[in-house]
């Protein structure tokens, strides 16, 4: 009897709660909840591939940097032709010179050995005093002289000789410098040489 009361009292006090639960619950108004809409997601419109592509493809040709380019390469190239075009001038001048120097008129070999001829006694007379003092003295000089326009000998050298005596060789050239060749017209300064033989008798 005891058990079968404590089951009715505990099952009675349980559904007794059931009830003031059930009650409660009605009186609670609760809130209506708000739909929530959730933001779509901004995606980016350019594309990877694209953006790659994009900047990988030429931005086109710079005309005006193309053309500053032309100018210089065409400023250049008339710098070259007027360098070149100055040079053949400097050219054709310095050839009109030579050409003007070689039809100079010189003195005719004709000339310069009736000059010489006509000084060959003086000069072998120079060799016979030599000679008297060194009987087996004999060979060949080639006196170098420098003509002036006038005709005078401003240099003398001893371009060859076979003597093997420069004393004479000295005396030879000393006399040389007091020769004429006499003044022609439009001739310039000339250098000549002249072989001589010397041979006793």
């Known amino acids: 009897m005891a058990r079968e009361k404590?089951?009715?009292?505990?099952?009675?006090?349980?559904s007794n709660e059931l009830a003031q639960l059930s009650a409660l619950a009605n009186t609670v108004q609760l809130d209506t909840p708000k739909p929530v809409t959730a933001k779509p997601i901004a995606r980016k419109t350019v594309d990877t591939l694209a953006a790659k592509a994009s900047t990988g493809r030429?931005?086109?040709?710079?005309?005006?940097?193309?053309?500053?380019?032309?100018?210089?390469?065409?400023?250049?190239e008339r710098a070259r032709a007027k360098v070149e075009q100055e040079q053949q001038v400097v050219a054709a001048v310095q050839a009109e010179q030579r050409s003007a120097r070689s039809n100079?008129?010189?003195?005719?070999?004709?000339?310069?050995?009736?000059?010489?001829?006509?000084n060959k006694a003086a000069?072998?007379?120079?060799?016979?005093?030599?000679?008297?003092?060194?009987?087996?003295?004999?060979?060949?000089?080639?006196?170098?002289?420098?003509?002036?326009?006038?005709g005078t000998v401003s240099?003398?050298?001893?371009?060859?000789s076979t003597l093997n005596e420069p004393m004479l060789e000295q005396r030879i050239c000393s006399r040389l410098l007091l020769v004429n060749f006499g003044s022609v017209s439009g001739v310039t300064q000339t250098t000549v040489r002249y072989p001589i033989e010397l041979l006793p008798g």
Do not use: F
């Open 58 to 76: 030429s931005a086109g040709v710079d005309t005006a940097k193309l053309k500053q380019q032309t100018q210089k390469v065409t400023l250049a």
């Open 104 to 118: 100079t008129a010189k003195r005719s070999q004709e000339e310069v050995r009736r000059t010489m001829d006509a």
């Open 6 to 14: 404590v089951k009715k009292t505990g099952i009675l006090a349980m």
């Open 123 to 150: 000069i072998h007379s120079l060799y016979t005093r030599a000679l008297r003092k060194k009987p087996s003295l004999r060979g060949n000089v080639t006196p170098e002289l420098v003509i002036e326009t006038n």
């Open 155 to 160: 240099r003398c050298s001893m371009a060859e």
